[in-house]
């Protein structure tokens, strides 16, 4: 999975911690944590050992281009809903003038 290694690095050194305490207390190898931080690269399972420690979201961790994706599916499902909405109303709209004849 490709996450924001550069989020790692800020949350593991406001805590004070060295890449050796974190692979530590989070269970990893330290060359884990440094693949990580340096290419933004780590599986499902490391992600949630950082997740549980650092106590963020998953979906955090995620690197931006990732949650760029996220947001914009997310707007493109909120876009869908609104034109179904207006659409439905238009139609019944019309069906009730239509009755009204």
């Known amino acids: 999975m490709n996450l924001d290694g550069n989020l790692v690095r800020y949350q593991r050194q406001g805590r004070g911690w060295t890449q050796q305490q974190l692979a530590d207390v989070a269970a990893l190898s330290l060359r884990t944590v440094q693949r990580v931080e340096n290419q933004g690269i780590g599986?499902?399972?490391?992600?949630?050992?950082?997740?549980?420690?650092?106590?963020?979201?998953?979906?955090?961790?995620?690197?931006?281009?990732?949650?760029?994706?996220?947001?914009?599916?997310?707007?493109?499902?909120?876009?869908a809903l609104m034109a179904a909405a207006l659409l439905l109303g238009v139609g019944i709209g019309v069906a009730g003038t239509l009755a009204l004849f």
């Open 43 to 79: 599986s499902h399972e490391t992600v949630s050992s950082l997740c549980a420690v650092l106590t963020l979201e998953r979906e955090q961790l995620l690197a931006p281009s990732r949650r760029l994706e996220q947001q914009q599916r997310q707007q493109w499902r909120v876009l």
